[in-house]
């Protein structure tokens, strides 16, 4: 029987050992809370970066659903794995913190101007990670239960259309015409 929390084996089952020349980041709150972000390569396929949240599931939150913990996590191709983008995480990760309430599929956090350079993304659409096993997207090892919650960097028109109720139709055109949700540099 291991000893490593929940969360840290779901997360291990499905991305493989946590390599710490991947990446590593640690985050201090006012408040004491401690996040970490974890990053693994090859994943959701070769060639990209998934950074994952840990602590946030620390903190039990408000949901439609009832009471849920969350950890986040964002994914793109190597180029774009940086510091920026692993620092979103903190950002949104206070907002729950804050509010105390569970991100849903289909919420936008944003816009706020680009989230990198270059790029004209600029908002967050908090959505299931559809890229991955579905058995991945929820630990049940964890009373209550962990849910993902995949931010996919979205235009300032995509989060409109998204805020507006059409999430699921936005998805499904993502699909339909092939949309790298991986490349942080997409039109």
């Known amino acids: 029987m291991s000893d490593m929390p ?13 390599d710490p020349k991947a990446g590593y980041w640690g985050w201090d709150r006012s408040d004491g809370v401690a996040l970490q972000g974890i ?16 602590g946030l599931g620390h903190h039990v939150f408000h949901s439609p659903r009832g009471h849920v ?6 994914t793109c191709w190597d180029e774009f794995a940086s510091d ?8 949104v990760a206070d907002y729950a913190l804050h509010e105390h309430v569970a991100f849903v599929p289909g919420q936008v ?10 790029s004209g993304l600029e908002a967050l659409l908090c959505v299931r990670p559809f890229l991955f096993p579905q058995a991945f997207t929820v630990c049940e090892e964890t009373d209550p239960q962990t849910e993902f919650i995949w931010l996919v960097p979205v235009t300032p028109a995509e989060a409109r259309e998204a805020a507006e ?17 991986l490349d942080w540099h997409r039109e």
């Open 84 to 91: 920026r983008v692993a620092k979103l995480i903190p950002i």
């Open 39 to 54: 990053a693994f390569r090859d994943r959701p396929q070769v060639g990209a970066t998934t950074i994952v949240s840990l």
């Open 109 to 118: 956090i944003g816009p706020a101007g680009p989230l990198i350079p270059g």
């Open 165 to 181: 109720g059409f999430t699921d139709e936005l998805i499904a055109r993502w699909r339909a015409d092939r949309v790298d949700l």
């Open 69 to 74: 913990r969350q950890e986040l996590l964002l």
């Open 6 to 18: 929940p969360v840290l084996a779901h997360l291990e089952t499905y991305f493989g050992p946590i």
